[in-house]
């Protein structure tokens, strides 16, 4: 089954790569007792490359959205920042369905409530990432600004630096998570085959995505997956208070 498309599968990537290089080049120069495990490291290099990698992390996505299938990439936002009252319950079989014991997946979609939680707190985490380092590196770039000597403008640099960092240390949590999940869980390994080559086994699907499964498989309006109606042809619909 097709999960992801071109557009969504390369905004993913243009998204998470250089993501990984900012978490990367970034660590050693929040935390400085890293840089002795990297040989030749220098500060300057450092932040050239953190600066290269947020660039790269702003412009990789915006040329996807504008070059792209925007349609689709609209059709996962709707499908990921939604959460629907009861999702949440999913949540509480969450042990037990990391353990790989039987759970109920009634009413799981495209994405299930731990997903979209993720998917809720890297947009929030990424925006707040995005100003608190332009603000960072305006500083940075130019330290004789008169705003940066006054009280406001203390209060503000400090309060980036320290979100800056907070949001960095946080992210790292659920982003261990879902590349183990990705990469490494029995459970989910197969999701890996779609964000890289577009498709995932139809019973993956129907086993842990029942609802999406049932949703595409219905087509857009209600034909079968591959355009065969569900009902013989002319057979006349059965009417819902008959059913
Ligand atoms: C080696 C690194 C990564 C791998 C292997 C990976 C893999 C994947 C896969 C397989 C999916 C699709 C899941 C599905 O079919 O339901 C996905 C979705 C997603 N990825 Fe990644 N990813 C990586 C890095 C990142 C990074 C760095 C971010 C952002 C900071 C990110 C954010 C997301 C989000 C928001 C989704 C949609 C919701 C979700 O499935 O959690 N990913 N990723």
Redesign the pocket.
Known sequence: MV?FNATQRAF?WA??IP??GLLLSGLPLSFPALRSWISGYSPQIGLRLHLVCGAAWILGPALVVLLGDRRALATVVAD?FVVARGELAWLRQLPRWLAGLPCEMRGVGR?NAG?KL??IF?AISSVVLAITGVILWIVWQSPGLVWTGGPVGRTIIGWSRWLHYLLTVL?MVP?LG??TL??IHPRTKE??R??LFGT?DATWAKEHHPGWHAEISRGPSGLGERGVTEAPPNSVPTPSWER
């Open positions: 999960r993913h998204f998470a993501f990984l990921l994405f997903q993720n998917g890297v992210m982003l879902h590349i990705a990469t999701s890996l779609g964000m995932v």
